[in-house]
């Protein structure tokens, strides 16, 4: 299709959509899905958040990882922006930094796949008294 | 900040943590007086008298993560250094609005940016909330209203419609500025 101006075409890209996706049904249940939250606050924003994000959403697709990717506000880690929380099914939420396109793919090959840690966690569950 | 769509995506996450269920984005263009009005209207819980006076300062914050607040103060910065003004209406209860005046023929005027990437983005991550975003410039507009988007059973939750989507809000506002052919404002 070249172009989508009118409100119709949309509709039409939209139905082309739906019938490859019934093929491949998604998991009802949250719990079973992979969570990617950007965080978007001033400071994410500012150092690229969008891309992170876009990419995340593009590529988890590509490589037909079921996840929902989705949005969050500042963890208090503007030092390390922009960060992304993964939480695996049935494991801990953990926190990246500095991630741009590079290591998104890194995150999504190696933690996401295969649940082996990469550089850029940033310490968050220290328990205070 | 470096263009106004990040400015929008900013002072929408103001929106959607007082907890709006209807957010109204506007981008409205005069080229005979040159200005550039940005506008976020929410109704959300909104501010008291104290809270709006003090938004304009970066350590004002009503987190308790981080000491300082900077969107706010970010946004009457760039309108400020562009010959513009950022006024703040708020009453508790009942909502706020944000509008950033820009003056276009000001060397400093922000560009748009990816205003379609980041309102494909926002309405995907926030489903349950009504978004309209309206652009005009002098008298030709294109609006997007996410209620329509539901009605004609647009789902964004897939990466293909939200190319999709991204690309009906560019084609539309390319439209739109190449009318306007004094200015090459938009950036994508």
Avoid at chain 2, 84 to 95: D, M, P, R, Y
Avoid at chain 2, 132 to 150: G, M
């Amino acid at each position: 299709m070249d172009g989508i101006k009118t409100l119709a075409d949309l509709k039409k890209k939209q139905e082309e959509v739906r019938y490859r996706m019934s093929l491949r049904d998604r998991a009802e249940d949250p719990d079973s899905l992979v969570q990617v939250k950007v965080a978007m606050a001033t400071c994410g924003i500012a150092s690229g958040a969008k891309e992170v994000m876009e990419f995340f959403i593009e590529e988890l697709d590509k490589r037909k990882i079921d996840a929902v990717v989705t949005q969050t506000g500042c963890m208090g880690y503007c030092f390390a922006e922009p960060t992304v929380e993964i939480t695996l099914p049935g494991r801990e939420p953990m926190v990246f930094g500095y991630v741009d396109t590079r290591k998104a793919d890194a995150i999504i090959e190696r933690y996401i796949k295969e649940g082996e840690l990469v550089d850029g966690i940033i310490p968050r569950n220290y328990n205070t008294i | 900040m470096i263009d106004l769509a990040m400015h929008m995506m900013d002072i929408v996450q103001n929106s959607l943590r007082a907890g709006a269920g209807k957010i109204e984005i506007e981008l409205l263009e005069n080229s005979r007086d040159h200005t550039l009005q940005f506008r976020v209207k929410d109704d959300g819980s909104g501010m008291d008298g104290e809270t709006v006076k003090k938004l304009g300062d970066p350590f004002f914050t009503t987190r308790t993560i981080r000491k300082v607040g900077l969107g706010v103060p970010f946004l009457k910065m760039t309108c400020e250094q562009a010959g513009g003004a950022l006024s703040v209406f708020s009453e508790e209860g009942a909502g706020s609005v944000v509008e950033a005046v820009y003056r276009t023929d000001h060397p400093d005027c922000l560009p748009l940016g990816d205003i379609a990437g980041y309102l494909v983005l926002l309405l995907r991550a926030n489903p349950e909330v009504h978004f309209r975003f309206t652009c005009r410039i002098d008298k030709a507009e294109f609006i997007l209203d996410s209620d329509v988007l539901k009605e004609q059973q647009i789902e964004l939750e897939h990466p293909q419609m939200l190319a999709a989507v991204k690309e009906y809000i560019r084609g539309n506002l390319r439209e739109i500025y190449e009318k306007q052919p004094s200015r090459g404002f938009l950036c994508m």
